[in-house]
Antibody
Framework: EVQLVESGGGLVKPGGSLRLSCAAS????????MSWVRQAPGKGLEWLGR??????????DYAAPVKGRFTISRDDSKKTLYLQMNNLKTDDTAVYYC????????????????WGQGTLVTVSS | DIQMTQSPSSLSASVGDRVTMTCRAS??????INWYQHKPGKAPKLLIY???SLQSGVPTRFSGSGSGTDFTLTISNLQPEDFATYYC??????????FGGGTKVEIK
């Protein structure tokens, strides 16, 4: 069974930094693309970015609101996904989810197939 | 960027009802739309992928349809466990993935 467990959330001041982790089990982590999605209080889901598996180049893509501030990385030996968040703003307050990314043959054939329970990040002075 | 607009934002229904919600893309996404169910405090769950394919383990009362810019998620014979918020997500633009604002299904 696929399990994704996020950790590292908490209270941080505006302008501060935080690193989230996502521990994966139940599947071959190195063969999976991964992504981060968040949900601000009372709002919908927002995609933040993704990282491809190393055999696909291990490259990253980011949503415009977080590009340049957030960095996604992975450690396949530890089966762990990371989200480094810098220069945090109050608008970054949200529950952060990691997801597996399943892809098909076609370019647009991509979906968030498994999700963790999320970790809460609160940005406040 | 492709904008995804869901309607209605909320609806009230009874157990046993047939429920339909829509998602409209700001430009054609062909068939590259996925649907998720999200309950408070839980992990979101993939229901439908590429517009109409049912994810393994998802009950057959869930179905998706549409192509181009207009898509529909239908729940036939609504069950108590189906009360949740439903999100569409486009994957046509893989460099800029995006979700709709959600449709909350509430008990009438």
């Amino acid at each position: 069974e696929v399990q994704l467990v996020e950790s590292g959330g908490g209270l941080v001041k505006p302008g501060g930094s935080l690193r989230l982790s996502c521990a994966a089990s139940g599947f071959t982590f190195s063969n999976a693309g991964m992504s981060w999605v968040r949900q601000a209080p009372g709002k919908g889901l927002e995609w933040l970015g993704r990282i491809k598996k190393k055999t696909d180049g291990g490259t990253t893509d980011y949503a415009a609101p977080v590009k340049g501030r957030f960095t996604i990385s992975r450690d396949d030996s530890k089966k762990t996904l990371y989200l480094q968040m810098n220069n945090l703003k109050t608008d970054d307050t949200a529950v952060y989810y990691c997801t597996t990314v399943s892809v098909g043959v076609a370019s647009g054939d991509l979906m968030f197939s498994s999700w963790g329970q999320g970790t809460l990040v609160t940005v406040s002075s | 960027d492709i904008q995804m607009t869901q309607s209605p934002s909320s609806l009230s229904a009874s157990v046993g009802d047939r429920v339909t919600m829509t998602c409209r893309a700001s430009k054609s996404i062909t068939k590259y739309i996925n649907w998720y169910q999200h309950k408070p405090g839980k992990a979101p769950k993939l229901l439908i992928y590429t517009a109409s394919s049912l994810q393994s383990g998802v009950p057959t009362r869930f179905s998706g349809s549409g192509s181009g810019t207009d898509f529909t998620l239908t729940i036939s014979n609504l069950q108590p466990e189906d009360f949740a918020t439903y999100y569409c997500q486009q994957s046509h633009s893989t460099l800029s993935l995006s979700f709709g604002g959600g449709t909350k299904v509430e008990i009438k």
